[in-house]
């Protein structure tokens, strides 16, 4: 198994009054870091699926441990892997470093839809080959 | 046990293009909803905490479930109950409504944190008795 | 003249840590005072303008007086008027009150826009008349 | 005159639903561009200056004229120059330009102050001589 990683910088309007980033800017670094996975990893443009196949990865579960605040000027190493490749649902694990410090470590659990008909469809073969390179155990697929 | 309840206007700068809110956005709506908890139940401002006491409450574990996308315009009703009040964490349930429909369930522990230290301290009495009060389960206190 | 009135109340979340208002926050009180104005005083749906008619407004012009900053808690009353109303364009002043002071001063100019052809069009004469109502004076009419 | 180069990419979030950028992000992308100057131009962290100093600068007027609309994936080269370079106060000019296309020219002028007190304050002499640097016309300098 490999992992994907990427970075992501820690800006001045991520910042809460008491000194660290205020959570859901720790979400939005998530979704960078999901946009990063299939720009880089899997070879396709997240908007350009949703606007011309109408086809999205609306998350369905999350769950997420903040382990250690991330400050200002922190730039944050991303690694991403895969836990589950299911026929609709794709599971996949954030550990955001800083340093040799894990920050945060997230599980998201997002479904392929049909964004008109407004429900779940099998990703494609060529899609799910790409996540299973980044899949943590091979007994993991479903 | 009561519940905490308040509302939430989803606008258009929430709802990205697939024409459903961005999850990073319902972190924002459950911020918010924590702050009105504090301030309209619990009777305290949140930034006079942080401000004058250097006391904040920062997320250890966010567990939260997409069952139904929110829309542009949705006013979304927001009901809060405390599911664990221990010593320095507190663990609420948001469940996010449009109508009759659960849109998100989240699970969320904060810890009461001296914000100069950068450690856990004891809640006080005063606003353990306020989240008592929204507690699931008499059981359920630490 | 009348004026369009509205609040919106400052979230810890757009607080920064110099202890006042991102300043790009208060760009999204403009564009939610925007969507009050349509859907409370003009009577349409902002999104459903976009989404049925593929009828937009973007914003061409904006120039932004800061006099006195935003802090967390504030309340602010929004108050909105027309200081230009031309067959596409529409020019508002936004003034932004807490108590009696004058803290953000804005005037906005934006175009009505076909969105698939991506060209400026003509308001329709309902809308024209609904703004026509906030115009600070008759003669500014175009 | 030399000008300050950057570059800002348009991500899923800051897109809405009609399509293009949500007028409030090109306002992010500004301040981090600004917080670039500071870091990479003029070689001091803007964050360390508010909170070692206490000293700030906040924005004092803005204008900004949209001219052409960011989308999803552009990435936008910043051109940030000096148009006015007073004792307490800067104004600077961003150019955001796609390609060839100029799609945002905003002039930003923030003022040098003193947050616990308040109020304006000379920027020490280093920071003028840097942002001289990229000063359009000599005969600017206040």
């Known amino acids: 198994m490999s992992e994907f990683r990427t970075t992501v910088s820690v800006r001045f309007g991520d910042v809460d009054p008491a000194g660290i980033v205020y959570f859901p800017r720790i979400y939005e670094y ?28 609306p998350l369905v579960h999350s769950e997420v441990d903040f382990k250690s605040p991330l400050r200002f000027g922190d730039v944050v190493d991303v690694r991403v892997s895969c836990t589950k490749l299911g026929n609709s649902s794709t599971t996949l694990r954030y550990r955001l470093f800083v340093g040799e410090t894990l920050c945060v470590h997230a599980v998201q659990t997002t ?10 469809i099998p990703m494609t073969d060529e899609h799910r080959a790409r996540f299973a390179l980044i899949l943590e155990s091979a007994e993991s697929t479903a």
Chains 1, 2, 3, 4 share one sequence.
């Open 30 to 57: 998530l979704h960078e870091a999901f946009e990063d996975v299939w720009e880089q990893h899997v070879g396709e443009r997240y908007y350009r699926m949703i606007q011309d196949e109408r086809r999205g990865f």
């Open 111 to 120: 479904a392929c839809v049909d964004l008109d008909a407004g429900k779940a």
